[in-house]
Nanobody, 118 residues
Framework: VQLQASGGGLVQAGGSLRLSCAAS????????MGWFRQAPGKEREFVGD????????YSLDSVKGRFTISRDNAKNTVYLQMNSLKPEDTAVYYC????????????WGQGTLVTVSS
């Protein structure tokens, strides 16, 4: 699986962005798709994921209620809708994929930078 993330950019605090992650391969729908982020000088952190049926989970309390992960299996694309953005959301955002039976993410996109200005 090859992943291509896009949609990052500069946005003011309180604004919204939608990130996309396009995947190659005919088995996209069988993968769990995750979003991670890495802020400058910090370790990468897991934002959340979504399974084949569209059920999503969110790891960070700070994004719950503001971020929404969705997927379109027909388009081989997963999305991260980010609302009410805060300066602390500034990071490089990565999408990743794993099989259902593997807890580790083995496929990664190149990352897209989100910068939130105050």
């Amino acid at each position: 699986v090859q992943l291509q993330a896009s949609g990052g950019g500069l946005v003011q605090a309180g604004g919204s962005l939608r990130l996309s992650c396009a995947a190659s391969g005919r088995t996209f729908s069988s993968y769990v798709m995750g979003w991670f982020r890495q802020a400058p000088g910090k370790e990468r952190e897991f934002v959340g994921d979504i399974n084949w049926s569209g059920s999503s989970t969110y790891s960070l309390d700070s994004v719950k209620g503001r971020f929404t992960i969705s997927r379109d299996n027909a388009k081989n694309t997963v999305y991260l809708q980010m609302n009410s953005l805060k300066p602390e959301d500034t990071a490089v955002y990565y999408c990743a994929a794993r099989s259902v039976t593997n807890l580790e993410y083995g496929y990664w996109g190149q990352g897209t930078l989100v910068t939130v200005s105050s």
